[in-house]
T-cell receptor, first 112, second 117 residues
């Protein structure tokens, strides 16, 4: 399973753009990169998923370089409610052998 | 996105008793479900993977006789913590994948806070 490395914590202010980078040097050819958000005492919430280049949805953007050994989650104009733990996962969920492993995550604190 | 419902959200039980946690996929068929455990201020730890109609695959160090997993239908998986002890107190989370979609993301339940007293 591909191991991921993220910063343990980040601070930001309301209205700023936040970029969280995840390293996954051992990513396999058929692995996807998925980001989740988790609030205290809640299950993780899917944010975005990508395989290569750039993916954008209504919540975030995901940038993946050509070598796919890292990825960057970009949150535009964060608010206080974006304070949460963000996890980067690499792998596939559709088979036993392809399960993903949660890393330590990044605790994002948005300040007023 | 797909909805995964977990029940109960909180449970308190006495030491030595068993507790069952349900995980349901509400609007899709989940061929594969995953069970995680999360201790305070720690990441999620995968406990086991279950496929509908077959035995669960447990991660190393997880006692299969203590954490019984049943995935009898495409919309329901259950985790039973048998003979619970205070050290089993934790936040248990399930996730499920839609087998009909050729995608790879899994959707998570809201979690169950188990407290063993």
């Amino acid at each position: 399973l591909a191991k991921t490395t993220q910063p343990i914590s980040m601070d930001s202010y309301e209205g700023q753009e936040v970029n969280i980078t995840c390293s996954h040097n051992n990513i396999a050819t058929n692995d996807y990169i998925t980001w989740y958000q988790q609030f205290p005492s809640q299950g993780p919430r899917f944010i975005i998923q990508g395989y290569k280049t750039k993916v954008t949805n209504e919540v975030a953007s995901l940038f993946i370089p050509a070598d796919r050994k890292s990825s960057t989650l970009s949150l535009p104009r964060v608010s206080l409610s974006d304070t949460a733990v963000y996890y980067c996962l690499v792998g596939r969920f559709n088979t036993n052998a392809g399960k993903s492993t949660f890393g330590d995550g990044t605790t994002l604190t948005v300040k007023p | 996105g797909a909805v995964v419902s977990q029940h109960p959200s909180r449970v308190i039980c006495k030491s030595g008793t068993s507790v069952k946690i349900e995980c349901r996929s509400l609007d899709f068929q989940a061929t594969t479900m995953f069970w995680y455990r999360q201790f305070p201020k720690q990441s999620l730890m995968l406990m086991a993977t279950s496929n509908e109609g077959s035995k669960a695959t447990y991660e190393q160090g997880v006692e299969k006789d203590k954490f019984l997993i049943n995935h009898a239908s495409l919309t329901l998986s259950t985790l039973t913590v048998t003979s619970a002890h205070p050290e089993d107190s934790s936040f248990y989370i399930c996730s499920a994948r839609d087998g009909a979609i050729d995608g790879t993301e899994a959707f998570f339940g809201q979690g169950t806070r188990l407290t063993v007293v």
